[in-house]
């Protein structure tokens, strides 16, 4: 592995093969628990069952993206062209945003690459001639196979993009407002934070008190998904979004709006991050498929009640006052009503982190995977 340019000292890239395989097979592992964690915050009435199946599918779609990016570069430092992943050491543990927006690139041309490429079984059956007729390790086909596959995921399509649009899922209707309905919706999105170099997961309970239904409408619709994906950044507080929104469209009314961050992901082998986990890692001494941690943090906004403030001479709209609970401490602190705190370990790193016990994990949330796959919860 090799360092970057010294201006982005934080990022690294991955200049050898079986480095970059390990790497993703990690996150392969890693992604297939995360189900299980969703359901267990379910279980607990913490998300609810429409929140686990939109969460699920964006988890999907997150595993979906590291294979294609493992086809991407299954032959770094072994073919020329192949090309290097650049990740972030130091914050996250994540592919950089910019091997994100490169992919997002490259789906758009997938087609067009795939059209004049030989076929999968072409390349395989010029590899094997290679290999017996030449007696040769056929780099060049295998680049070009690992080529193929990554341009073929791409073509699938439902993998982790840099932005992930707003959509609807129509949750029921709770009585009328004036004339008009007072439905409910879940509304959800999704972004590859381009500061902290992490996947971002959005979920917000809304109240659509319009004349024409949210997402059949062409005019509010459009500016509601614009409007949500320019505020979601990490840098701005849940109440800052909310309370923009909710003032800024007067018959949308967020109840609800949770933000989960999926990392960052730590790992002796490939993180430099400081802190406890650290040395949790270090002397764990896990094999490789276990030494790793992943970050898991759930942040969370609730309207704690209604005004009613006028809007012009005759008409009058409702602003949502969000609940800052002032003894939650950290929570009323960054903007939201609760905070939830979570990390998901293998069984012997958590073991070692039972051990130390040190103050800044006292709180937070454990998911312990066991040997045999199975996510177990600790406080």
């Known amino acids: 592995m090799a360092d970057t340019d010294p201006l982005t000292a934080d990022h690294q890239t991955l200049t050898d093969s079986q480095a970059t395989r390990r790497y993703f097979a990690k996150f392969d592992r890693i992604t297939g628990h995360l189900a299980q964690v969703a359901a267990r915050m379910q279980g607990e009435g913490q998300l609810s069952s429409a929140e686990v199946e939109v969460l699920a599918r964006y988890l999907i779609a997150l595993g979906y993206t590291f294979r294609a990016l493992a086809n991407k570069y299954h032959m770094a430092g072994r073919a020329p062209a192949a090309g290097e992943l650049t990740f972030d050491r130091v914050e996250s543990g994540f592919p950089v945003h910019a091997e994100l927006l490169q992919m997002a690139a490259d789906a758009q041309q997938a087609r067009a690459h795939l059209r004049n490429m030989p076929s999968g079984e072409d390349l395989k059956a010029a590899m094997v001639r290679e290999i017996v007729g030449e007696l040769?390790?056929?780099?060049?086909?295998?680049?070009?196979?690992?080529?193929?596959?990554?341009?073929?995921?791409?073509?699938?399509?439902?993998?982790?993009?840099?932005?992930?649009?707003?959509?609807?899922?129509?949750?029921?209707?709770?009585?009328?407002?004036?004339?008009?309905?007072?439905?409910?919706?879940?509304?959800?999105?999704?972004?590859?934070?381009?500061?902290?170099?992490?996947?971002?997961?959005?979920?917000?309970?809304?109240?659509?008190?319009?004349?024409?239904?949210?997402?059949?409408?062409?005019?509010?619709?459009?500016?509601?998904?614009?409007?949500?994906?320019?505020?979601?950044?990490s840098g701005l507080k849940l109440v800052t979004i909310a309370s923009g929104f909710d003032r800024d469209f007067d018959d949308l009314h967020p109840k609800r709006l949770k933000r989960i961050h999926l990392g960052p992901m730590y790992s002796h082998a490939f993180t430099s991050q400081l802190g406890p986990l650290r040395a949790v890692l270090e002397e764990a001494k896990s094999p490789p498929g276990e030494d790793w941690a992943l970050a898991w943090t759930m942040e969370e906004l609730e309207s704690e009640r209604v005004e009613i403030e006028k809007s012009g001479w005759f008409s009058s709209v409702e602003r949502e006052v969000f609940a800052l609970d002032p003894f939650a401490g950290q929570a009323a602190d960054s903007g939201v009503t609760r905070l939830e705190r979570a990390i998901i370990l293998p069984q012997r790193p958590y073991q070692v982190l039972a051990e130390k016990n040190p103050p800044g994990f006292r709180d937070v949330r454990k998911f312990v995977v066991s040997p045999g796959g199975r996510v177990l919860s600790y406080r």
Do not use: C
């Open 136 to 233: 040769k390790v056929p780099t060049r086909l295998q680049y070009a196979y690992s080529q193929r596959l990554y341009y073929e995921e791409l073509l699938k399509g439902d993998l982790f993009w840099p932005q992930m649009h707003p959509d609807a899922i129509w949750r029921g209707n709770s009585g009328k407002r004036g004339r008009y309905l007072r439905r409910r919706y879940l509304l959800h999105w999704a972004v590859y934070d381009s500061v902290r170099n992490v996947p971002t997961v959005y979920l917000m309970e809304l109240e659509d008190t319009g004349r024409i239904a949210l997402p059949k409408d062409e005019r509010r619709w459009p500016a509601a998904q614009a409007h949500l994906l320019a505020q979601s950044t």
